[in-house]
Every structure is written in structure tokens, then in C-alpha cells.
């Protein structure tokens, strides 16, 4: 009964060994063609490159040594372009002229009578109502009013200004009392805050009214 195990344990050996020796056989093939692949991959990499060299070589040997461009070769329009697409018989643009208008700026009081002589006008107290009607002391010119108007003339048109003055006490302003203010008389407008004198406005009148003259004809 021993020698019939030995002999089966010998028999299950060899057969461990039969089973398993072609498929070590079939890796180290698969393995030996991989790496045969791959050696076939380099050589034919360094064929094509020695390849490359060789017709590099010849070229600089026997070829064309001119920048000449060879018959049959497309040429490339990369600096003629605008030859080629001009058109001569095309009309030339035609150009559309833009104008505008502008609003006139309006002009000033000052800038109309700028050029115009200035006629002085002054409206004081007299030296006898200079007297202050809280405590009778005198007065001073504290500040001069400025009114301004036009004055027409026949063939003349100047500016009379019109300077009246204005009278404080020295003492009320000293003892902090109510300090009263006297005004020089002055004629009054025609219209208030107005440039037009009674000359003025009877010249208009008259070139409307008496000789028939539209309004804008006057104002200029």
C-alpha cells in the first residue's frame, strides 16, 4: 500500500509538470515577439531617418542653390494682394457733405452796450438831509446803487448810468443802535428792472406806430 502512494505522488508530480510547461512556454513566446515588435519599431524609425539624412545630403550636393521658383510650383500672392483685387473700371466713392446748424448764443446786457459811451448820472443827498433821523448825527455814503439804461438820441444811442447813494450813521454803527439807511432820490423806470428810458421807448414807439417800421428792424 506504501509503494502504491509513492508511485501516485510521483504520477500527480509529473503531471503538475506536463500541465504547466506549455503555458510557460506560450508567455515566454508572447514575451519574445513583443520584444521583437518593438526592436523591428526602432529599426525601422532609424531606416526612415537614415533615409532623410541621405536625401538631405543629396539635396545640398546636387540640388538647386537659387531662391529661383521652379516651374509648375504654386506661387502664393502673399504680397500683391491689393494688385489683384483692384478693380480699375470701378467709380471712385462718392462723398456726402454734412452740415449743421448751431443755436446763436444769446449775448449779454454788458456785451450789447460794451461799445456804447457811458453817460454818468449821480443822485445825492444834500449836504442839509445828510443827517441821520435816529440820533442826528451825519451820515456817510456807505454804497452807491448802479441802475443802467438806454438813452436815444437822434443819430446817437448812448448808456446813462444812474448812481444814487446810499447813506448810514456812523454813530448808530458804533453804539450798535439800529442804524438806519437813507436813499439819494432817483427817477424811477419806465419798466422796473429794465433797460428802457422814456427816449427809448418813444423812439420805438414812433418808428412803429408813426413810420411804420416792424419791431426787428428796430432792433437792429
Not at 504547466?20 to 515566454?28: D, H, I, K
Not at 455814503?141 to 446817437?156: G, Q, S, Y
Request: hydrophobic fraction near 30%; charged fraction near 25%.
Amino acid at each position: 500500500m506504501a509503494e502504491g502512494q509513492n508511485g501516485g505522488g510521483k504520477y500527480n508530480k509529473c503531471m503538475k509538470t506536463t500541465n504547466s510547461t506549455p503555458q510557460n512556454t506560450t508567455e515566454q513566446l508572447e514575451k519574445r515577439v513583443s520584444s521583437l515588435e518593438k526592436q523591428n519599431a526602432e529599426l525601422a524609425a532609424k531606416i526612415v531617418w537614415y533615409e532623410e539624412q541621405f536625401r538631405l545630403s543629396k539635396q545640398r550636393q546636387f540640388g538647386i542653390s537659387s531662391e529661383k521658383t521652379p516651374e509648375g510650383q504654386l506661387e502664393l500672392p502673399l504680397f500683391n494682394e491689393a494688385e489683384v483685387c483692384q478693380n480699375p473700371g470701378e467709380e471712385e466713392p462718392s462723398y456726402e457733405e454734412v452740415t449743421y446748424e448751431r443755436k446763436k448764443a444769446r449775448r449779454s446786457r454788458t456785451d450789447t452796450m460794451k461799445d456804447l459811451p457811458v453817460e454818468t448820472v449821480s443822485h445825492t443827498l444834500p449836504p442839509g438831509e445828510q443827517v441821520c433821523s435816529c440820533c442826528n448825527g451825519a451820515l456817510h455814503e456807505m454804497k452807491t446803487e448802479i441802475r443802467r439804461e438806454l438813452k436815444v438820441v437822434p443819430a446817437e444811442v448812448k448808456v446813462v448810468e444812474h448812481r444814487r447813494s446810499v447813506y448810514a450813521c456812523r454813530s448808530c454803527e458804533r453804539h450798535g443802535t439800529e442804524a438806519s439807511l437813507k436813499y439819494a432820490p432817483v427817477p424811477a423806470p419806465v419798466f422796473p428792472k429794465s433797460m428802457a428810458s422814456p427816449s427809448a421807448v418813444a423812439h420805438i414807439l414812433t418808428q412803429k406806430f408813426v413810420q411804420g417800421l416792424p419791431f426787428y428792424v428796430s432792433v437792429k
